[in-house]
């Protein structure tokens, strides 16, 4: 019988032995990519359209590849732009990802991304949201189809939205809410279980998510 608690572990502890920048060589890439096909047979929700109520909630990424294995050593917590973040929907202003919150609703059918971020300088935190919702084909029992329809710029400590904008170099008039239309994307929920998801993205993307709150 194979030992998932012993595999979870293993991979949790491969996914702590990042550098002090949160990067990993190709080697511990390599070991988190095998540790995670070991459990994808094993998941205790086969067909997550089936149970979508066992795979709602909220997690918090562990790990996150967000393209092609080339770019895998990247860490979450890296410099990126509101530009390339929201498909072009806001500025092209620089900012620093900290951390990727997912937010899944069975009765709304809510799919949201929350990613905690901070200006360059560290002087500012707020969270970057993607409101979208999800549809499912039984015919395809991992995914789960994606649509965002807006973008939000959210302040973590009920700082202005005058002073918000400030902190992050937009222009006085720009939107703090934006709706969006980015490409068809899709999530196959490769594996779940309680505590555990172990996500597939539709632009190459690897991610492991600890649900957040049990």
């Excluded at 070991?31 to 094993?42: Q, S, Y």
């Excluded at 917590?77 to 498909?87: D, I, N, Q, W």
């Excluded at 996500?199 to 991610?207: C, E, K, R």
Aim: net charge negative; aromatic share 8%; glycine share 6%.
């Amino acid at each position: 019988m194979v030992d998932l608690a012993a595999i979870k572990s293993e991979l949790l502890e491969a996914i702590e032995a990042s550098d002090a920048e949160g990067k990993y060589t190709e080697a511990e890439i390599d070991r988190i990519h095998a540790l995670i096909e070991d459990l994808i047979p094993h998941s205790p929700i086969s067909r997550p359209v089936d149970e979508q109520k066992r795979v709602a909630g909220l997690w918090k990424s562990r790990f996150a590849q967000f393209g092609p294995k080339h770019t895998a050593g990247k860490p979450i917590a890296h410099e990126t732009s509101f530009k390339l973040l929201t498909f072009n929907a806001l500025p092209a202003l620089p900012l620093r990802m900290l951390q990727i919150d997912q937010a899944i609703n069975d009765v709304s059918m809510g799919y949201d991304n929350i990613q905690l971020i901070e200006t360059i300088d560290g002087s500012c935190q707020a969270h970057l949201i993607m409101f979208g919702t999800y549809a499912i084909n039984p015919e395809a029992p991992k995914r789960y189809k994606v649509d965002f329809s807006s973008v939000a710029l959210a302040s973590r400590t009920g700082m202005s939205d005058n002073d918000l904008r400030r902190a992050f170099g937009f222009e006085a008039d720009q939107p703090l809410i934006v709706s969006f239309k980015p490409p068809a994307l899709h999530s196959d929920v490769v594996y779940c279980d309680d505590d555990l998801r172990i996500n597939y993205g539709s632009m190459g993307g690897v991610y492991v998510l600890e649900r957040v709150g049990r």
